[in-house]
T-cell receptor, first 116, second 113 residues
């Protein structure tokens, strides 16, 4: 069964460093998402991506974040200069169509980012 | 303000028993409501998606209900199993926001032998 994959599973980085989190969405899906979940807190929307551009983003997704689909399969989240408060689990997700149109959304297993 | 609230925050039940989790939302204009199961340290997995016109939907031992008038939903789990131990998250979509969904805080369910 197709699934969303994410690498690495765990990333440790020093404050101020750049990190790139990678995701491979399900192959026929058109909409891609990044979410984060700080330990013990709820899942938070960061950004959605469609047709090679950001379709929506949250207040959390500021200038230090960027997303890219560098080729036909990968979808990346870059954090330019990490802060301690960026420590969280980051989930990638994908769907065939828009969530408001009740399409299923599939999540990856997550990347645990630890900023020291 | 568009919010999703869930109760109880946590719940412990004996294996084999039933339970019901609650979700209240103030999201408008409403498009659909999803229930997800999230195992510790894993990504959420979809259980059900319900639109305005649906008031009950089942997925195996999981049955979700939706009352769009009172803006309430429930998730009923029948004959619980140890593997049902997880966080159950209610997520709501707005018609005017095609891709951004609003997550509830989740209910942490522990099923004990």
């Amino acid at each position: 069964e197709p699934e969303v994959t994410q690498t690495p599973s765990h990333q440790v980085t020093q404050m101020g460093q750049e990190v790139i989190l990678r995701c491979v969405p399900i192959s026929n899906h058109l909409y891609f998402y990044w979410y984060r979940q700080i330990l013990g807190q709820k899942v938070e929307f960061l950004v959605s991506f469609y047709n090679n551009e950001i379709s929506e983003k949250s207040e959390i997704f500021d200038d230090q974040f960027s997303v890219e689909r560098p080729d036909g399969s990968n979808f990346t989240l870059k954090i330019r200069s990490t802060k301690l408060e960026d420590s969280a689990m980051y989930f990638c997700a994908s769907s065939e169509g828009r969530l408001a149109d009740s399409y299923e959304q599939y999540f990856g297993p997550g990347t645990r980012l630890t900023v020291t | 303000k568009n919010q999703v609230e869930q109760s109880p925050q946590s719940l412990i039940i004996l294996e084999g028993k039933n339970c019901t989790l609650q979700c209240n939302y103030t999201v408008s204009p409403f498009s659909n409501l999803r229930w997800y199961k999230q195992d510790t340290g894993r990504g959420p997995v979809s259980l059900t998606i319900m639109t305005f016109s649906e008031n009950t939907k089942s997925n195996g031992r999981y049955t979700a209900t939706l009352d769009a008038d009172t803006k309430q939903s429930s998730l009923h789990i029948t004959a619980s199993q140890l593997s049902d131990s997880a966080s159950y998250i209610c997520v709501v979509s707005r018609k005017t926001s095609y891709d951004k969904v609003i997550f509830g805080p989740g209910t942490s369910l522990s099923v004990i032998p």
